[in-house]
């Protein structure tokens, strides 16, 4: 599963919150548009520009995953170093019966940033006749395809995705006549991706979205960081290609001239801020030019791409119970790599 969903070309032009300042919607928009020159810029160019100025520099992780960086994502998840996903897929696995039972029959079950729907079975396969399945994803159309292949293997499930951002407010539809606990599913450690601050506000959100239920979330455990540190520095390079992966979609997708070679992927356990950070750095003094402007940098300078921030259990715990959730049963692999986290809403 990737953390976040792959943003489509489409939304990437015209993006949702420049749409919804126009008096008509987006579908009854003029089939001409404006020539290029003075078309609005899309939000990947507009937060490119934006991140680049700001000093230090920073682009979000979320513009990662075109379709180059889902594939890559995908490698990154089967690499031998990356312990996280194969160790929660063991948990889930193995824990399925029990976490079944915490969650109860005839359940709703709410995933947030679902992509490709793999680990959401593991849980279907365990659960007693789940009610509804409601994936919430920004690419609708990735979305639709998932949903039906994941319909036909689940005949009785109702499946009705959301394209949406999770991280906004959202309405969700009614609970379905007998339904059980609505439950939120936020596998991963995709929770370690945001700020402090973010992960906290996004907990809050979903445990208002959930009252009265309960939430199902993987959250990576602080470790020796020499197991940290190669999980991100992989042999094969795939974690470095994937970093490098947004210059190079800035380059075929924006008026940039990045040199691919003049960027190196780092990433280092901080040990203070528990977090891995994740950095493009600069091999040499430079400039680049983005839509006519350009940016300078130094031999070194870096630009941060993304955190991954690791919990202790107690830590996590306690974030949960300030978001407002009760937290309960808590499972763990033998060697305490990752935990899955049961949240009463
Ligand atoms: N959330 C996971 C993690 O932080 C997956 C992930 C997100 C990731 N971005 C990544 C893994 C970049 C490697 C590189 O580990």
Not at 253 to 264: P, R, V
Not at 306 to 313: A, I, L, P
Request: proline residues 7%; negative net charge.
């Amino acid at each position: 599963m990737r953390p976040f969903a792959p943003i489509p070309a489409a939304a990437s032009t015209a993006s949702a919150s420049s749409s919804s300042s126009l008096p008509f919607s987006a579908k009854k928009r003029p089939a001409v548009v404006a020539p290029a020159a003075s078309a609005p810029l899309s939000e990947f160019a507009r937060e490119m520009q934006a991140g680049l100025a700001r000093m230090p520099r920073s682009i979000s992780p979320k513009f990662f995953y075109d379709v180059v960086g889902s594939q890559l994502f995908d490698q990154i998840c089967d690499l031998p170093e990356y312990y996280p996903t194969r160790t929660e897929l063991r948990i889930l696995g193995e824990c399925a019966g029990e976490i079944a039972k915490q969650i109860g029959p005839n359940a709703e079950i709410v995933e947030f940033g679902a992509g490709s729907l793999t680990k959401i079975r593991l849980l279907l396969d365990a659960l007693e006749s789940p009610k509804r399945y409601l994936p919430i994803d920004i690419s609708g159309e990735y979305l639709e395809g998932a949903a039906a292949r994941l319909r036909a293997d689940y005949p009785e499930l109702a499946v009705q995705p959301i394209a949406a951002d999770y991280t906004m407010p959202l309405v969700l539809p009614a609970p379905m006549p007998g339904a059980g606990r609505r439950v939120g599913f936020f596998p991963g450690s995709t929770l370690g991706n945001f700020e402090p601050d973010e992960a906290l506000a996004f907990l809050q959100l979903a445990a208002r979205m959930l009252r009265g239920g309960g939430m199902l979330i993987g959250v990576d455990l602080v470790k020796d960081p020499a197991r940290l540190h190669a999980a991100y520095n992989d042999a094969q390079g795939v974690t470095a290609a994937f970093n490098l992966n947004l210059l190079r979609r800035a380059n075929s997708e924006l008026d940039a001239d990045f040199d691919l070679d003049g960027f190196t992927h780092a990433a280092f356990f901080n040990a203070p801020l528990r977090r891995i950070e994740m950095h493009l750095v600069s091999r040499r003094a430079q400039s680049v030019s983005l839509n006519g402007e350009t940016f300078g940098f130094e031999e070194g300078e870096t630009i941060h791409t993304e955190y991954s921030h690791k919990f202790t259990v107690d830590g996590f715990r306690a974030l949960a119970v300030k978001a407002g959730f009760r937290p309960g049963a808590v499972w763990v692999d033998s060697e305490r790599l990752f935990s899955v986290h049961w949240l009463g809403a």
